[in-house]
């Protein structure tokens, strides 16, 4: 039933295991027309688009699920890896940023700042990131040699 929206996800993620996403966003989208408000239904749209190599709808789907449940950490993560994905770098970090001050201990987000902002040359920003990710998980070894490294990076910027 299109008006059970937890039904549909699981009928769409049915179709997925079998190979059959264009069913899966048939059901999808019959489930939105009845229940627009349904960040699920967006989010899991957004997933069965990206795996039917439609971007742009994918990333709009996904955008629609965190405007209608921002306070759901996995689903801006996943926005903001589809919009990375899609070579939109600046709006990832900046939709991650947002994430976070949601939700400062989001391991997924801060992982994500993490490499986005390495991967932009912004070693003080990666630093910050690194850091916060590094005191939630104190124990990890290769997370503290990074943050020792990119220490030792602004220290003296021309060795790398």
């Given at each position: 039933s299109p008006q059970f929206a937890p039904a549909a996800v699981n009928l769409a993620d049915l179709y997925r295991q079998v190979g059959r996403d264009s069913d899966g966003e048939n059901v999808l989208r019959a489930a939105i027309a009845v229940s627009p408000e349904a960040a699920g239904l967006h989010h899991t749209l957004g997933l069965t688009l990206t795996r039917l190599k439609k971007p742009d709808e994918a990333i709009s789907e996904l955008r629609r699920a965190v405007e209608l449940e921002p306070d759901n950490a996995r689903y801006s993560y996943v926005y903001a890896v589809a919009l990375y994905s899609a070579?939109?770098?600046?709006?990832?970090i900046a939709a991650l940023k947002k994430t976070l001050e949601r939700h400062p201990n989001d391991r997924d987000t801060l992982s994500a700042l993490v490499s986005y902002s390495r991967d932009s040359g912004d070693i003080r920003a990666t630093l910050e990131y690194a850091t916060a990710l590094a005191k939630l998980s104190p124990n990890s070894s290769s997370l503290k040699a990074l943050v020792e490294s990119l220490k030792r990076q602004i220290e003296k910027p021309n060795e790398k």
């Open positions: 070579g939109r770098r600046d709006a990832a």
